[in-house]
């Protein structure tokens, strides 16, 4: 879907384009159904957009597909970039962990509300808003419970057991879709003509574990790294003789239509 | 001469043919093979063969068919017509290849000259006289390029064929001289008669002799230029008078396969991978964001 976002700087309205689930067509009708918001990316700790479904309260995260020299064709405008807006479902627990493991510093079991405290990224309480949230910090907190307050404390131990899952989750994903996890660094649409079909389970575990990486802050990534036992990379594979590209190819390409 | 299937798409190509006369199934029959429109940088090229009985060559050297360079337009339209009326020795086809399809051919990834398409068409038409039922026996063919290996690879493809081929084989033969008329009728009517599917605005007809070297056709050419498409398809993109048009008066255009080098600011891979100083965050994305072109957004 297109959408006008009017960035008030007069320049006009830019139009996004993106691509999100079909299930968030009623919430993109009404007014304040999907909200984008900027939240913390818990790997980095810099801002990234989000996308709040106001209605069911789900999360998801923005990517970008962006290449040079593309533009869209919206209608009778033409909106230069060319970007393509991903919306994907995410697991809000990945936000969370980032401020929890921040409030652990300070060794105690706090309330949520103290926990999830951003004055760069103040949508963070949107958060607090998410159902079941409760059930979702079990996986990674100890809690106490006084005077019926809940508070709550960072737990790595459990945090560790909830990442394995996800691992394990995902590489089965991976293998579902066929994707190719070799330490060989190609495009998706090379096809290589001595294609290793065997993916070894080292690889997918790796594989695997470097994508998590990108939703966690780094020490957590190194830990998991030693709770998963991750080998150190073996030898990588020679990578296939690089094909030289004729000067002549230019002479050819300039002109014509 | 009915053009009217190219005039509703003139984009590909387009087969006319005369009915066979009863008598060339029959009797040994004698194809001559010529083209119009091989040089100029505007509208389509035409392939025509023409044939006869060899008994009847000499009642076709009779209609005065010549060189249908020295004959004038209506003369050349005039002898059609006593071909057609006496239509019951005399058959003819033609393939008329659009502009569009020259460029394309002569520009595509796998590159197919102009010469390559030029003897694939003649070996069609002479294909199709056959499959016709026409009882081929000979076939003459004028040449632009090398005889010697042209009539070679014909010969091949029509072993049982006595296949010659010269330069200025429609001064010499009757049979090529009347398809030499056949195609240049085709062709004038063509380019007379073009449908030009872009619209234009203040379209001038007058473009000359079609030549690049005419001045009055160049001129056109630089009058019809559109910076971002280029020239309409009526021109043929692949000469090398309208590339140097485009080069001058259209846009510049950048080809995403150019060579590395053209490309600046473009960091290698590599540096993705390995650790450069020490780095903790911010860093790229996993290889599985990089390899589909994925990026977190940071901002709308």
């Known amino acids: 879907m297109a959408a006008g976002v009017d960035c008030g700087d007069g320049v006009g309205a830019r139009q996004h384009v993106f691509l999100v689930p079909g299930y968030l067509k009623d919430a993109s009708k009404m007014k304040s159904g999907l909200m984008f918001v900027k939240l913390v990316n818990p790997c980095s700790g810099e801002g990234a957009i989000y996308l709040f479904n106001m209605c069911l309260q789900q999360l998801f995260e923005v990517k970008l597909f962006k290449e040079k020299h593309h533009s869209w064709f919206i209608n009778q405008s033409v909106q230069s970039g060319g970007l393509l807006h991903f919306a994907t479902p995410m697991d809000p627990l990945f936000l969370l962990l980032h401020y929890l493991i921040k409030a652990d510093k300070e060794g105690k079991f706090q309330p949520l509300d103290q926990v999830v405290v951003d004055n760069v990224f103040p949508n963070g309480i949107l958060l607090l808003k998410l159902p ?32 394995e899952k996800k691992v394990n989750q995902t590489m089965a994903a991976l293998k579902t879709n066929g994707v190719n996890v070799s330490t060989r660094v190609q495009s998706i649409a090379f096809f290589s003509g001595d294609r290793v079909s065997t993916d070894k389970e080292e690889d997918y575990i790796r594989y695997t574990h470097g994508l998590i990486t990108d939703y966690i802050p780094k020490e957590l990534s190194d830990d998991l790294s030693k709770y998963l036992r991750l080998p150190e990379p073996s030898a990588s594979l020679p990578n296939p003789p690089s094909k030289k590209i004729k000067k002549r190819k230019k002479r050819l390409s300039v002109s014509g239509l | 001469m009915d053009l009217s299937e190219l005039e509703r798409d003139n984009t590909g190509r387009c087969r006319l043919s005369s009915p066979v006369p009863a008598v060339c199934g029959k009797e040994p029959c004698v194809v001559g093979v010529d083209e119009a429109g091989r040089g100029p940088v505007l509208g389509p090229m035409v392939y025509a063969i023409c044939y006869c009985p060899l008994s009847r060559l000499a009642d076709l050297e009779a209609l005065k068919v010549a060189d249908s360079k020295t004959l004038s337009e209506s003369e050349r339209e005039r002898l059609l017509g006593k071909m057609q009326e006496d239509g019951n020795f005399v058959g003819w086809a033609l393939d008329v290849l659009s502009p569009n399809l020259i460029s394309t051919s002569m520009l595509g990834r796998v590159k197919y000259n102009l010469n390559s398409l030029s003897h694939d068409t003649a070996t069609g038409l002479i294909q199709y006289a056959l499959d016709q039922g026409v009882n081929v026996t000979q076939v003459f063919v004028d040449t632009v390029g090398m005889p010697e290996t042209y009539q070679k690879r014909l010969q091949q493809s029509f072993p049982g064929i006595e296949v010659t081929v010269k330069a200025k084989a429609d001064a010499l033969y009757p049979v090529v001289s009347a398809a030499s008329i056949c195609a240049k009728v085709a062709r004038d009517q063509a380019v007379k008669n073009w449908q030009f599917v872009e619209k234009l605005q203040d379209l001038d007809t007058d473009y000359g002799s079609g030549y690049p070297n005419d001045p009055k056709t160049k001129v056109w050419l630089k009058e019809h230029v559109e910076p971002v498409f280029g020239f309409p398809q009526f021109v043929r993109f692949s000469w090398r008078t309208a590339q140097t048009i485009l080069e001058k008066e259209a846009k510049d255009v950048i080809w995403e396969d150019s060579a590395p080098e053209d490309q600046e600011g473009l960091g290698k891979i590599t540096s993705y991978f390995f650790n450069e100083g020490s780095r903790v965050c911010p860093r790229a994305s996993h290889q599985y964001f990089l390899e589909r072109g994925l990026e977190s957004a940071t901002s709308l």
């Not at chain 1, 990674?140 to 790595?156: C, F, L, M, Q």
Request: overall charge positive; cysteine-free.
């Open chain 1, 132 to 163: 079941g949230l409760e059930k979702l910090l079990h996986h990674v907190t100890e809690e106490r419970e006084i005077d019926n307050k809940k508070y709550y404390k960072y737990s790595k131990e459990k945090t560790l057991k909830w990442l």
